[in-house]
């Protein structure tokens, strides 16, 4: 296992397009969280999954933005009539509680939309 | 206010030095505590993480956590130029590794060779 595996790297998009982003945890993690972060800033929560179950949404995730984990293993973000405002680096962490040890984030994917 | 402050910097310090970087929270509700190190254009790397105040050591890296006064420090000793990077701290509500986390903004660290 390679640790947490987010594609694409780079996403540029025109402003009102939509864009899914895809994530493979580590495979023996059954959390699956979600983040974004701007410049300067730290990474900021947007959702997570345990297993194929979403528990918990930020109120920065709109009904623009949907994530989904189907069968408890990789996740998708998807944005709807993207904004300049969504330009970010969006990341994507797992962990397992079980094994503990903290979570393990991917290099994440850049958007640009402009 | 923010939950987790954290000190922007840069802040700079030559080859060898120690360096110490710090965060405060105002929630003391959280129970675990991280900190990340994170160079340009990468994601978050996970250095050390803790549940209790007191010291914990890694190497070149020691986490320290003062509840009572809602206080986390890192130090980096021995510090090399490959140590050039952001470092965030992080903290989750359960003393398990679920849940979201609260980031820091980061410190930029620049060691000069």
């Known amino acids: 296992d390679t640790g947490v595996s987010q594609d694409p790297r780079h996403k540029i998009t025109k402003r009102g397009q939509n864009v899914t982003f895809r994530c493979d945890p580590i495979s023996e993690h059954n959390h699956l969280y979600w983040y974004r972060q701007t410049l300067g800033q730290g990474p900021e929560f947007l959702t997570y999954f345990q297993n194929e179950a979403q528990l918990e949404k930020s109120r920065l995730l709109s009904d623009r933005f949907s994530a989904e984990r189907p069968k408890g293993s990789f996740s998708t973000l998807e944005i709807q009539r993207t904004e300049q405002g969504d330009s970010a680096m969006y990341l994507c962490?797992?962990?397992?509680?079980?094994?503990?040890?903290?979570?393990?984030f991917g290099s994440g994917t850049r958007l640009t939309v402009v | 206010q923010k939950e987790v402050e954290q000190d922007p910097g840069p802040l700079s310090v030559p080859e060898g030095a120690i360096v110490s970087l710090n965060c405060t929270y105002s929630n003391s509700a959280f129970q675990y505590f991280m900190w990340y190190r994170q160079y340009s254009r990468k994601g978050p790397e996970l250095l050390m993480y803790t549940y209790s105040s007191g010291n914990k050591e890694d190497g070149r890296f020691t986490a320290q956590v003062d509840k009572s006064s809602k206080y986390i420090s890192l130090f980096i000793r021995d510090s090399q130029p490959s140590d050039s990077a952001t470092y965030l701290c992080?903290?989750?509500?359960?003393?398990?590794?679920?849940?979201?986390?609260?980031f820091g903004a980061g410190t930029q660290v620049v060691v000069t060779p």
């Open positions: 962490a797992s962990s397992s509680p079980a094994q503990g040890g903290g979570y393990t």
């Open positions: 992080a903290m989750g509500w359960t003393t398990d590794s679920w849940g979201k986390l609260q």
